[in-house]
């Protein structure tokens, strides 16, 4: 079975958190043995310690999990930087503005890797909207799942459907990227 929490995370974290095992024994209420042996790899908290244990060290759970602290730095909220997450089991869609972790049907999600899109889509002014195209296909296996625009303060993403057309129309905002996403190939952006 593989660990679900290894103890270099552990050991990171109390360290991060100025604590000592002895310490972080207490507040768990299990022995310092016990926290060294966690941190040496030779046992594991038992589940029931997850939620105790990401409280000690401030973190979620599912940052505990993943071993990733979650620092958000973009606190500017420019949403240029925005990050999309898809879930591969149900096609959940998440829109982050800077760094998460994210999971869904028990699975942790790793933001999409945009690549250019090329000629595939086109983008036309049509009176005070965009209406954007994706030369695709669009069947049931093989579709484009959604389209969003995004400029500096706002994303808006039209949920597309398998057999659909590929296209969307978004009110012009001052626009600066549109990204689309398709089920087999990925993320796609187009700068405006």
């Not at 103890?7 to 310092?32: C, F, H, P, W, Y």
């Not at 040496?40 to 029931?48: A, E, F, L, N, S």
């Not at 060290?57 to 599912?62: A, R, W």
């Not at 600066?176 to 190939?185: A, G």
Request: net charge negative; charged share 25%; proline share 4%.
């Amino acid at each position: 079975m593989d660990q679900y929490i290894t103890g270099a995370v552990i050991k990171d974290l109390r360290k991060k958190n100025n604590m000592t095992q002895q310490e972080l024994a207490e507040v768990l209420n299990v022995s310092d043995k016990s926290i060294s042996k966690w941190e040496t790899g030779r046992g594991y908290p038992d589940i029931t310690l997850l939620e105790p244990l990401a409280g000690a060290f401030k973190v979620s759970v599912t940052e505990l999990l993943s071993g990733n602290a979650v620092t958000n730095m973009n606190i500017s909220a420019n949403m240029l930087r925005s990050k999309f997450y898809v879930c591969p089991i149900c096609g959940n869609v998440i829109h982050s503005m800077g760094e998460a972790v994210i999971s869904c049907h028990g699975i942790q999600l790793l933001p999409e890797e945009a690549e250019e899109a090329g000629d595939s889509i086109s983008v036309e002014r049509v009176e005070d909207d965009h209406y954007i195209t994706v030369d695709h296909p669009m069947t049931k296996s093989d579709y484009i799942s959604f389209i969003a625009v995004v400029s500096y303060d706002s994303v808006e993403i039209k949920k597309l459907y398998p057999e659909g057309p590929a296209e969307a129309r978004f009110m012009i905002t001052g626009q600066k990227k549109v990204y689309f996403y398709s089920n087999r190939d990925g993320l796609f952006y187009r700068n405006i």
